[in-house]
């Protein structure tokens, strides 16, 4: 496994019992993880509280010189820079329909940390933690599907579309990600295998059930019923009349065309629909972006694919009323050297990356924070992961501070004492 993928997923599902269901609810359960009640905490500036989290990740670390914070000069970008309707705002020409949207969306310039490799980096990214061997903290999208999520509903709470995401640590494997290895189709697995009936499928699972409680009563592993909840979840997806949100073919052509003939805009309008229909964080993964060679190709042809889907993104959230409701969130592992490598290619640089909101009471229109004329090191507000993690858990009306206790009795905060950023917080 090369440095730029995601660290290795745990499956939770045992082989052995997975194979009683034949594959169909086993292999759900798999790919499974969260929701409980949910507990409001901090609301933004006395607004109702985000309902969603849509995180676009950009696997690999993409370059801020070569997207949001465009440079000039020897070590600058090589792509045309354009003005957008954010009047603050210029970004690349690939990103060019991104152009119409800007005034709806707010650019970080100033996201700094201190992890420049990449396992540790998305870690960090995605749960507010630096990697620690004592504890596995839960990704973000764990915390709020465990959060807002309704604990009996037939959709999962946290989705992951183009990669596994994170997983929920401590929580709990039953607060992790239900994954979609792409996005735009109903989840495989979904329907009972062939020459099992709905019948012969409940008789398996009460088999299985007997022998998780077997397991339990001998081991008193309290790993059971996590599991347990996982395959609950399963079922309840395979059987709910919202299992149809997954498949994009239910929208017109039209708008499906406007999101882009890709894996990630099918990802992308797939997680309009799975907000829309109550899931409370769908992660979307566009890899690529460890742009060590030909940097200004790499990120030419990612832009292509990514500004359709992302200005679409906005468009059609806004155009469904969910817009207000829903946090975008737009980031990667980290941002890339000013000086080009030999390969014409930009380096690991996390001293300075940009990170996109958009929605959930955002401020919109904003460029916050600033890089030096190379896009060296941050010079104005910088942003730490553990701040733009608050001030996202507060527009979600979760307590930045709410604490919850591991295994081992270690108490253990949403976010690394991380405070929210007024200035991004709409009035």
């Known amino acids: 496994m090369s440095d730029s993928q995601f660290p290795p997923f745990r499956r939770n599902a045992n082989v052995s019992r997975r194979a009683l269901l034949q594959g169909s609810l086993g292999a759900l359960a798999a790919s ?3 929701p409980r009640a949910a507990q409001a905490g901090v609301v933004a500036a006395g607004k109702k509280p985000a309902k969603a989290v849509i995180l676009l990740w950009m696997n690999g670390g993409p370059s801020h010189i070569d997207t949001w914070d465009p440079k000039s000069g020897p070590d600058g970008t090589a792509h045309k820079r354009i003005k957008t309707k954010n009047k603050n705002l210029e970004i690349v020409e690939p990103l060019s329909e991104i152009a119409d949207v800007a005034d709806r969306i707010t650019v970080v310039r100033s996201l700094t940390h201190k992890e420049g490799n990449h396992q540790r980096a998305q870690y960090l990214m995605h749960t507010g933690y630096s990697p620690n061997p004592t504890v596995t903290h839960p990704s973000f999208g764990g915390w709020v599907g465990t959060e807002l999520g309704d604990p ?4 999962p709470a946290f989705v992951s579309i183009g990669g596994p995401s994170f997983s929920a640590g401590f929580l709990g494997v039953e607060h992790g990600p239900f994954v979609l290895p792409r996005g735009g189709d109903l989840p495989r697995n979904s329907g009972y295998a062939a020459g099992v009936d709905g019948e012969r499928f409940d008789a398996r699972k009460k088999l299985l059930d007997g022998l998780d409680s ?13 599991r347990h909840e996982v395959t609950e979840k399963a079922l309840r997806l395979m059987r709910s009349p919202d299992l149809a949100a997954f498949n994009i073919a239910a929208e017109s052509e039209t708008t499906r065309a406007a999101f882009g003939d890709t894996d990630f805009g099918r990802g992308c309008l797939g997680a309009v629909r799975l907000v829309e229909h109550g899931v409370k964080f769908v992660e979307v993964v566009l890899d690529g972006w460890d742009t060590h060679l030909d940097v200004n190709g790499r990120t030419a042809k990612l832009g292509r694919t990514l500004a359709p889907a992302y200005a679409a993104l906005i468009k059609e959230l ?15 592992d980290f941002g890339r050297t000013p000086k080009r490598n030999g390969n014409d290619g930009r380096d690991h640089h996390p001293k300075a990356a940009s990170v996109v909101l958009a929605g959930g009471g955002i401020k919109p229109g904003l460029v916050y924070g600033a890089t030096d004329e190379r896009g060296d090191n941050v010079v104005k507000d910088p942003v730490t992961l553990p701040n733009l993690l608050a001030t996202c858990a507060t527009l979600l009306g979760i307590d930045p501070d709410e604490k919850r206790i591991t295994p081992i009795g270690r108490p253990i905060s949403v976010t690394d004492s991380g405070k929210p950023i007024a200035a991004l917080i709409a009035p």
């Open 318 to 332: 806004a155009s469904r009323k969910l817009l207000d409701d829903t946090l975008v969130l737009w980031m990667g």
């Open 32 to 34: 499974f993880l969260l």
């Open 152 to 155: 009996k509903g037939g959709l």
């Open 214 to 226: 077997e397991f339990l009563a001998k081991t008193g592993d309290r790993k059971v019923a996590g």
